[in-house]
């Protein structure tokens, strides 16, 4: 099974600032890695699919990078309404997620 | 408006079975694969089962294996989860989704499910 770690486990950033969340895959995972995020009491919702395409609807402050084995989310100009737990979640074989990292806008 | 409406939560036993519903409208449900996925209480997300479009293929990781079993009514626009030999372990939320990481990507808004005696 392809293992994903994800850092931070949390972050504690400012509005306007720029912050990265990383995942880090066990194994080569071909650029199958999506991005999600979750607000507490609501389902996921998908940010970043195919590890930099972006969602239909996702601010463009979101975009996401990264090949192999390596991966990360990056938001720009944090906004208050970013503050949530974000996942990442492979599906190169079957689906797995990163621990989850909780976002606070400070 | 893509929906999907989970139903079938509840306190049950451990040891004991319940069948997760999920009902889809809005979008053409027999072209897409169908995931469960579940969150223990401020806990991190767990695959749980995929299918795929005609259910002759079903998916699951070794928690669940054997005692969770994913079909689909694509007549009724309707995907199952059969959970049986319930454990503590498995409570959670469950969701209910859609083309997992693709633009098509959609979750229900869950069901909760709490195994305790």
């Known amino acids: 099974d392809i293992q994903m770690t994800q850092s931070p486990a949390s972050l504690s950033a400012s509005l306007g600032e720029t912050v990265s969340i990383e995942c880090l895959a066990s194994e080569d995972i071909y650029n199958n890695l999506a991005w999600y995020q979750q607000k507490p009491g609501k389902s996921p919702q998908l940010l970043i699919y195919?590890?930099?395409s972006l969602q239909d609807g996702v601010p463009s402050r979101f975009s996401g990078s990264g090949s192999g084995t390596q991966y990360s989310l990056k938001i720009n100009s944090l906004e208050s309404e970013d503050a949530a737990t974000y996942f990442c979640?492979?599906?190169?074989?079957?689906?797995?997620f990163g621990s989850g990292t909780k976002l606070e806008i400070k | 408006e893509v929906q999907l409406v989970e139903t079938g939560g509840g306190l049950v036993q451990p040891g004991r079975s319940l069948k997760l519903s999920c009902v889809a409208s809005?979008?053409?449900?027999?072209?897409?694969?169908m995931y469960w996925i579940r969150q223990a209480p401020g806990k991190g997300l767990e695959w749980v089962s995929s299918i795929n479009t005609d259910g002759g293929s079903t998916y699951y990781p070794d928690s669940v294996k054997g005692r969770f079993t994913i079909s689909r009514d694509n007549a009724e626009n309707t995907v199952y989860l059969q959970m049986n030999s319930l454990r503590s372990e498995d409570t959670a939320t469950y969701y209910c989704?859609?083309?997992?990481?693709?633009?098509?990507?959609?979750w229900g808004q869950g069901v909760m499910v709490t195994v305790s005696s």
């Open positions: 979640l492979q599906d190169s074989e079957y689906p797995t």
């Open positions: 195919y590890a930099s």
């Open positions: 989704a859609k083309d997992l990481t693709t633009p098509f990507d959609y």
């Open positions: 809005g979008f053409t449900f027999s072209s897409y694969w």
